[in-house]
């Protein structure tokens, strides 16, 4: 059974997944099995923090000490549960 996200799951890349920078385009990429993903906004900072170390509120309150004033705790959780969805996540 999966834990929640807010709980004690902590979200680690699928073993497909790999993150790379673009220098061309300037931007970070999710390289899928036949698939390219482009990041945007702060995606990549919040999939560094997504090494199976860390649980959700884990790096939702990195994010908030890093970023004071931003939504975090409303945005992160979906967001990680949405990329979980799409197999992104494990």
């Known amino acids: 059974m999966k834990a929640a996200p807010g709980t004690d ?20 990429l999710l390289i899928l099995p036949e698939r390219v993903v482009v990041l945007t906004g702060r995606a ?7 090494d199976g ?5 884990g790096i939702v309150d990195e994010l908030a000490e890093r970023f004071p004033g931003a939504p975090v705790a409303t945005d992160v959780p979906p967001f990680l549960e949405r990329l979980r969805t799409e197999g992104w996540l494990r």
């Open 44 to 50: 990549e900072t919040v999939l560094a923090l997504c």
């Open 9 to 28: 799951w902590r979200p680690v890349p699928a073993p497909a997944i790999v993150r790379r920078h673009d220098p061309v385009r300037d931007a970070d």
């Open 53 to 57: 170390t860390r649980s959700v509120r």
